[in-house]
């Protein structure tokens, strides 16, 4: 590893094969350049945009996002939707606002700007700015490329929504005049053709189209500036320097620019980089050979644009993005582009942390997770890890972030899941071992928090932003960690995986993605995808009743009214019913009830457990309300219970899964719990023999 | 004999004092952590009763808390009781012990102590209300006003740089700097009450000051020898806790047992520090005037 200033670093891809990229359909090309003055925060660009008619339809007005236009005032969608506080960050109503300001669009020398307008097509909000129409003086036909000369001046607002400066630092995402999508009839299922360009809103930013970037940045010559894309040009001049990058086949740009930045390079290599058991695994579940799942790998270039403050982590975080680029090239498909650029925010920027762009994407540091007792708290790794692979689900699988957020952030969550859990073990550990895993975290957000939409809905109409975070990110992920229990691993890894190949470079729709988790012909899952994504469905398992008694045969009156196995003499005490259980040598009769709520039907698993160790087992298809279960046994029932594998992850209160009988005679979780709590009770108050 | 020699030695010989101040501490305990009875109670019944007895289980401890934050948030607020009720009896008590300690009397013990904390009880509150309001009155002029400065002057700096990490090294030193003197002159002050060298708080808080006078650095470093002595005997305790790792009810019952020796071997450091503190003080008091005062 080696620790490069910035006019080095941009000497790195050398040497590297160039990406293997299919390509997609592109449909712009920018040519843009920006200047900052990080004194005054304020940016002056100009941009060539082609952009070629994708449709059948002629088209009479483009439709343009001005992001930052949402930090304008607070009159703004984003800011009506967030409130000025958003990912733990609040905002600076004082100098922090920005905005974005066309002054200039020409086409074929027409100017258009004086004609265009603000719409806003998602909540009709009339002081929201960052949807710009522009009337065009004659449609552009199909597949004709209209070359658009634009500027703009734009203030880069104080970060807290993403996007902004803290100090010095600067994060530049969604900040250039971006063309919005014409969708030609049959993209997304679409019936007819037409705009899509929504507002920026609180919860999401995303949809473009494909296209080249070539992007001049001028800076300040102190300023080490980090982009989505390769450096391929240097010129200083008066103390500012002016960088320019290229990056082909991406649907957006995104750069950083901070002096403080230590630059740590290195590269993935697939022969060193990939662990051979997982090369192993994902081979059997998914039956390819080994040579053909390697086969689309390269090198891929990492940069990570570090904090000073944040030099211990430089490991921690190469060590994720390699894993990350190994585990999503093994069971995806090998990431295509020839580099990597990883983002660290000052910690008092985190509202420009873990943030997703192509080929770029910043993570989250906090420097007392370097310290003991919280050196084994992966979230700087878990952010690594979640927002490189969005680079996927949002980037390569060009998903509509606005219409679809689970399609974003609900897949990746799935996969965030199982990179880290199997890569640490836990998300959250501290001495002696006592931790969280990664999926544990979001299986409790499922399944314990209260649910007020279905996963489907566009973002900026769920019930409140927790119903975003919940139907977006943990019940989405939960649910298909769910459907992977349900289909097995081999068919839903090959399902999964045909998914993720199928569209690349795509535009795909959640229609899409359940195609292929249906091809395998499970029922259930086709229900739990009509009752998750489309409905509110839940399901929680439960033993009501377990019970156990001797089985002595006849007992009452029998027809000669002589009492059996009872005396009836009403002077003589009762015999205690526990002794004479327990000197009872069998056959016993047990009794289990095992109920389903909620309407998401499943099969369930069910062991019945004898004093004697013996399991009894059964399956339940989970298709009524209720079943119950008798059961003759030499040894008593002493537990029952639901899901013992705990396969049901979506299973709402995992606690009423199991049911004792009074004969269970094992240690007690309580009394340990109860010994531990007194102990750091007291641990609590002998401190206070430190002061008092 | 040095302070420490004579303090090292009175935690041995003085057992029985150390057995009053553990049990302050078990029964303050053991009164607010009846809650925890019930708190558990589930675990008995539900589905991470044998994972949780076999070690950890993250997920079922994490549907534990979601599903019984209410009754967790009682046993907070139960655990901030305890804290209150053995505050008090620290106050109350070491007026008691340190008497015994003069006295030299290893036993009986018991009626001594809760019979002298109750004469001292009203001075020693006292001085401990004095020893709030000092603490306080330094901590905010010390600790909270030059790191507000430092925080003002570094509002622009970014994290980890000089001046934010200047203002929390500063919080740190400063305010255990704070501490030990303010809890010096407190301590000091309950030595002379429990010595009759003062009837109240204000004149205890005025021969405190006297004994500190050209000697706080060795007083400092007495207190600094016993407060390192209490942390590595936590320390080393709940380390062998955490290894314990019950599986039956027996050797749950032995990691109580255990725990508890260790909490009464941190009460015997507690003796060791009042015996050495009071052999300090004791080296330090002016020679008896052949005249009288």
């Known amino acids: 590893m080696r620790r490069l200033a910035f006019a080095a670093a941009a000497t790195l891809v050398l040497g590297l094969p160039a990406a293997a990229l299919e390509a997609p359909r592109k449909v712009v090309d920018y040519d843009i350049a920006v200047s900052l003055d990080p004194a005054t925060k304020r940016v002056e660009g100009t941009e060539t945009l082609k952009w070629t008619n994708p449709s059948e339809a002629p088209v009479g007005e483009l439709r343009f996002h001005l992001y930052w236009n949402a930090f304008r005032n607070d009159r703004s969608t984003l800011f009506r939707e967030s409130g000025g506080r958003l990912r733990e960050d609040t905002a600076d109503t004082g100098k922090g606002w920005g905005y974005t300001d066309v002054t200039s669009m020409k086409w074929d020398g027409a100017e258009l700007i004086r004609g265009a307008r603000f719409e806003s097509p998602d909540d009709g909000n009339r002081d929201d700015r960052t949807v710009l129409v522009v009337p065009l003086p004659r449609p552009v036909a199909p597949g004709e490329t209209a070359t658009l000369a634009i500027a703009w001046k734009a203030k880069v607002p104080k970060v807290y929504a993403r996007a902004g400066y803290v100090r010095d630092f600067f994060m530049f995402g969604q900040w250039f005049p971006q063309i919005g999508v014409f ?40 300023f080490v500036v980090g982009s989505a894309g390769a450096l391929v040009d240097t ?36 022969a060193k980089d990939i662990p051979k058991d997982e090369i192993a695994r994902a081979s059997k579940t998914l039956g390819r050979s080994e040579a053909d799942l390697l086969a689309g790998f390269h090198k891929v270039a990492i940069r990570l644009y570090l904090q000073p403050d ?136 499922a399944s314990l928090s209260q649910d007020h939409d279905p996963i489907l809905a566009p973002a900026w109409k769920f019930a409140n932003g927790q119903s975003y975070g919940r139907n977006s990110y943990d019940q989405p992920g939960t649910t298909i960690q769910q459907i992977r229990l349900l289909l ?42 009509r009752k998750t994504w489309y409905g509110r469905g839940w399901v929680d398992f439960s033993i009501l009743v377990a019970s156990t008694r001797p089985d002595d045969g006849f007992t009452g009156f029998d027809d000669a009214d002589k009492p059996v196995n009872f005396d009836p003499d009403p002077r003589k005490p009762e015999k205690n019913e526990d002794d004479e259980d327990r000197n009872f040598k069998g ?37 009524g309300d209720w079943i119950k279960y008798r059961v003759t046994s030499s040894s008593p029932l002493v537990k029952a219970e639901v899901d013992p594998g705990r396969r049901i992850v979506l299973d709402r209160d995992p606690w009423n899964n199991v049911r004792y009988t009074k004969r269970y005679e094992g240690p007690s979780a309580a009394l340990k719990a109860r010994v531990y709590a007194l102990n750091l009770l007291e641990i609590l108050l002998s401190s206070v023999w430190g002061v008092l | 004999m040095s302070a420490l020699g004579a303090g090292l030695r009175a935690s041995l010989r003085h057992r029985r004092l150390a057995a009053v101040l553990w049990l302050s501490l078990f029964f303050s305990a053991l ?24 070690g950890w289980d993250g997920w079922g401890v994490l549907t534990f808390t979601v599903k019984h934050w209410d009754a967790i948030g009682v046993a ?59 603490a306080t009155l ?130 015997m450091a507690r003796v060791g520090f009042w015996a050495s503190l009071l052999a300090w003080e004791n080296a330090r008091r002016p020679a008896p005037s052949l005249y009288g005062v």
């Open chain 1, 310 to 445: 944040h030099l211990a982590f430089d490991r921690r975080h190469i060590e994720a993005q390699k894993w990350a680029l190994a585990w999503t090239g093994l069971w995806l498909f090998p990431y295509p582009y020839a580099q990597i650029s990883i983002v660290d925010p000052p910690e008092d920027g985190m509202g420009a942390g873990g943030m997703e762009y192509e080929t770029i994407y910043t993570t989250a540091t906090f420097k007392w997770m370097s310290r003991w007792p919280f050196s084994r708290f992966v979230v700087p790794e878990t952010v690594t890890i979640h927002e490189f692979t969005h680079g996927y689900w949002m980037g390569l699988l060009a998903s509509n972030e606005f219409e679809e957020s689970w399609m974003d952030e609900g897949i990746n969550t799935f996969t965030e899941q199982l990179m880290v859990d199997s890569k640490y073990g836990y998300f959250l550990q501290v001495p002696p071992g006592i931790g969280l895993r990664d999926s544990d975290v979001y299986r409790a957000y």
């Open chain 2, 76 to 134: 907070i607020a139960a655990a901030g009781g305890a804290v209150l009720l053995f505050a008090l009896l620290q106050v109350f008590l070491t007026g008691g012990v340190l008497r015994a300690l003069v006295a030299g009397r290893a036993r009986p013990v018991f009626r001594l102590v809760v019979a002298e904390s109750a004469g001292l009880f009203k001075a020693n509150l006292w001085a401990t209300l004095r020893f709030a309001l000092t």
């Open chain 2, 138 to 267: 330094w901590m905010a002029l010390l600790v909270a006003a030059p790191v507000r400065v430092l925080g003002k002057l570094g509002k622009d700096a970014p994290p980890h740089t000089f001046l934010p990490e200047l203002a929390f090294w500063w919080a740190i030193a400063a305010g255990s700097i704070v501490l030990l003197n303010v809890g010096l002159r407190y301590d000091l002050a309950r030595v002379a009450l429990a010595r009759g060298e003062a009837v109240n708080a204000r004149g205890a808080y005025r021969v405190s000051k006297r004994r500190l006078r050209g000697s706080r650095p060795s007083a400092i470093l007495l207190a600094v020898v016993w407060l390192a002595v209490g942390l590595a005997v936590q320390a080393l305790f709940t380390s062998w806790g955490l290894r314990w790792s019950p599986r039956t009810n027996g050797s749950t019952s032995g990691l109580f047992v255990f725990r508890q020796v260790g909490f009464f071997v941190l009460a």
């Open chain 1, 235 to 270: 010129k200083t001049a008066g103390g500012k320097k002016t960088l320019t990058f290229e990056q082909k086949s991406v649907h957006n740009f995104a750069f950083t620019a901070d002096p403080r930045y230590v630059v740590v390079e290195d590269v993935f290599d697939p």
């Open chain 1, 488 to 529: 097995g691993e081999e068919a839903f890894w090959r399902a999964f995986r045909g998914y993720a190949e199928r569209w690349r470079f795509d535009f795909p729709t959640s229609e899409d993605f359940f195609d292929f988790m249906r091809a395998p012909g499970n029922p259930v899952v086709d229900d739990l995808i």
């Open chain 2, 31 to 54: 009164v607010f952590g009846h809650t925890f009875r019930k708190l558990f109670a589930p675990l008995d019944e539900g589905a991470f009763r044998e994972s949780l007895v076999k």
């Open chain 1, 183 to 222: 969708e030609p009839k049959g993209r997304r299922r679409r019936t007819d053709a037409g705009w899509n360009c929504h507002q920026y809103h609180a919860n999401s930013e995303f949809y473009a189209d494909w296209g080249d970037w070539k992007v001049a940045i001028t800076v300040p010559e102190k």
């Open chain 1, 587 to 623: 056959p016993w009769q047990s009794l289990v009830t095992v109920v389903r709520d909620g309407s998401i039907e499943m099969p369930a698993h069910v062991v019945m457990t004898l004093k004697d160790g013996t399991k009894i087992e059964r399956t339940w298809d989970g298709a």
